[in-house]
């Protein structure tokens, strides 16, 4: 079945700098990759997601690089804030959608004001 | 608020009890999922509905475990004779369609001591 890599598992930044999480997927036929945000003690949110036949999507301060050949995505967060702190999950699909999504084990984003 | 719904939002139960999760989706929302998470982890399938039909469940769901959705608006999970390792949190989602992006619940956590 498919596998989702994501490193780092904690990434510290200074405020204003840029963040980047990279996911790794085994499963070639996934074509969903949603990332999302979880506070302490609340649901994932959905902050970005991107489909197999885009490479790139930006949203504001957040964007996500699709590489299909080499099986990986990532997340790109710019100028962060304080309110960006939070643990983001990657995950992948093979239904163009939300079902049966597999989750990376999260990472731990920290931003020092 | 017009997200998903999400009851209890904790529950304490000793180990040997019955417990059953409430969930409501967004409204007109065709698909819901069930997901699990456990400490530090990302979240992982349980099962999914689209409508009242239950499509599909992971093995993950043992024959302790059943959901309905039997309207084919909210769900239950119900978890029977609970044992040590069912603590975690119960994250519902849905989704519009099979092809369109899911949106969780607040979830569950659930502690059986």
């Known amino acids: 079945g498919e596998n989702v890599e994501q490193h780092p598992s904690t990434l510290s930044v200074q405020e204003g700098d840029s963040a980047v999480i990279k996911c790794t997927y085994s499963d070639s036929a996934s074509n969903y990759f949603p990332w999302y945000k979880q506070e302490l003690g609340k649901g994932p949110q959905l902050i970005i997601d991107?489909?197999?036949?885009?490479g790139e999507k930006k949203d504001q301060r957040i964007a996500v690089t699709l590489n299909k050949t080499a099986k990986h995505f990532s997340l790109h967060i710019t100028e962060t804030q304080p309110e960006d702190s939070a643990v983001y999950f990657c995950?992948?699909?093979?239904?163009?959608?939300?079902?049966?999504?597999?989750f990376g084990q999260g990472t731990r984003l920290t931003i020092n004001p | 608020d017009t997200g998903v719904s999400q009851n209890p939002r904790h529950k304490i139960t000793k180990r040997g009890q019955n417990v059953t999760f409430r969930c409501d989706p967004i409204s007109e929302h065709n698909r819901l999922y069930w997901y699990r998470q456990t400490l530090g982890q990302g979240p992982e399938f349980l099962t999914y509905f689209q409508n009242e039909a239950q499509l599909e469940k992971s093995r993950l769901l043992s024959d302790r475990f059943s959901a309905e959705r039997p309207k084919g608006s909210f769900s239950t999970l119900e978890i029977q004779r609970t044992e040590q390792g069912d603590s975690a949190m119960y994250l519902c989602?849905?989704?519009?369609?099979?092809?369109?992006?899911?949106?969780f619940g607040q979830g569950t956590r659930l502690t059986v001591v």
């Open positions: 991107i489909r197999s036949n885009v």
């Open positions: 989602a849905s989704s519009r369609t099979a092809n369109t992006e899911a949106f």
């Open positions: 995950a992948a699909s093979k239904n163009q959608g939300a079902q049966k999504l597999v």
